[in-house]
């Protein structure tokens, strides 16, 4: 049995309950915790609920850790959530690991989507008799500078349950403890820049997963041989992460969240993006059938600086889909394919960087 684990709120609930669908249906033997951060997502999710589907409460994990709460104390709520990253998973093995039969939990992010079986994952783990798995963010070189904020992604990780799955853990629990906020500083940032040393670090014990189909993602698309990949039934793409991906106006416009590395073709979109948006639009319609009046949260349109800094972008390559069926259309006619490889130019030209 697969366990698994993720957090989030209510702004995330309807995409929540969508990656649990898509484990459920690709993972029939598995277990999803949850770490529900408000209340309303703690009863919503209990009626769901299930054998299968685990929630524990955001207070039930910060009781009796004091290190926890100083941390709560001292950073943003978007900062807090970062440190939770490794308190969740560690607390998890600590607490109900033995008693669960837990003998690895798999963090994935609540914006992730199964579209095949990752039984293929936990075998190339086995394989290399690894106690840690990892994958890196894959930018294509015109991204490269986005190392900065870390050669890998927290997206999803697997720990197993054993001396050094739970040391890295324990590790890396107590450096966010100490620090995790959302800025460059003295090479950290937030959660993520601290797995850049894990390869030093784990040795033989971790495993970069090399599989571009788990963690494929809007920020290395663009670097993918996309030939094995355009056929979503072939099991090629396992695990696709919607970093930014939100519904604007009802369901028939969407952000993208791609702007910054490049659209992705109209086709790749189809056969991607389209299962989603319906298993999001699903996963909303469920929810509202319990909870009337429930809709996607809606994100803040951008405004001041950030907003005329990105408008001559948006004008050009589009940053905005119109949804139809399976369609996201971003009406420039494939320009948008070129937006991240443009703002890597105009950076190089005006910012040096």
Same mark, same amino acid.
């Given at each position: 049995m697969n366990h698994y684990c993720t957090y989030f709120d209510r702004g995330f609930l309807a995409q929540g309950l969508a990656l649990w669908r898509s484990l459920a249906k690709h993972d029939l033997d598995s277990v999803l915790w949850v770490l529900a951060l408000?209340?309303?997502t703690v009863d919503v999710l209990r009626e769901? %609920? &299930?054998t299968w589907l685990r929630v524990v409460t955001l207070a039930e994990v910060e009781a009796g850790d004091a290190a926890l709460a100083a941390a709560k104390a001292n950073r943003t709520r978007v900062e807090y959530f970062f440190t939770l990253s490794p308190c969740w998973p560690q607390w998890l093995l600590e607490k109900h690991g033995v008693r669960a039969g837990i003998e690895r939990i798999t963090y994935?992010? $609540?914006?992730m989507f199964f579209f095949a079986s990752p039984a293929g994952?936990?075998? $190339?783990?086995? &394989?290399a008799q690894a106690s840690v798995l990892v994958t890196a963010h894959r930018f294509p070189p015109w991204l490269k500078r986005y190392e900065r904020h870390g050669m890998f992604n927290v997206g999803i990780l697997s720990f197993r349950n054993d001396a050094a799955g739970r040391g890295c853990l324990d590790d890396w629990r107590d450096r966010c403890l100490a620090w995790c906020y959302d800025r460059l500083e003295d090479g950290k940032y937030a959660d993520q820049k601290y797995l850049d040393a894990w390869p030093e670090r784990l040795g033989a014990a971790l495993l970069v997963l090399p599989q571009a189909g788990v963690n494929l993602a809007p920020w290395n698309w663009g670097g993918v041989d996309f030939g094995r990949l355009r056929r979503v039934e072939d099991g090629e793409l396992v695990l696709f992460h919607f970093a930014r991906f939100r519904p604007v106006l009802g369901e028939w416009w969407w952000q993208s %969240?791609? =702007?910054d590395y490049g659209v992705m073709p109209r086709a790749l979109r189809r056969a991607i993006y389209g299962p989603y948006g319906r298993a999001l639009v699903a996963a909303r319609d469920e929810l509202a059938r319990r909870r009337a009046g429930f809709d996607f949260v809606r994100r803040p349109a951008r405004s001041g600086r950030e907003f005329w800094r990105s408008l001559p972008l948006r004008l050009v390559f589009g940053g905005g889909w119109l949804r139809v069926g399976d369609d996201f259309f971003n009406?420039? &006619? %494939? =320009? %948008?394919?070129?937006?991240?490889?443009? =703002? $890597?130019? =105009?950076r190089t030209i005006f910012l040096r960087t």
């Open positions: 408000d209340e309303y769901v %609920g &299930g994935v992010d $609540a914006d994952i936990f075998e $190339a783990m086995d &394989g %969240g791609q =702007l009406l420039r &006619g %494939g =320009l %948008g394919r070129w937006s991240g490889q443009c =703002l $890597a130019k =105009l």
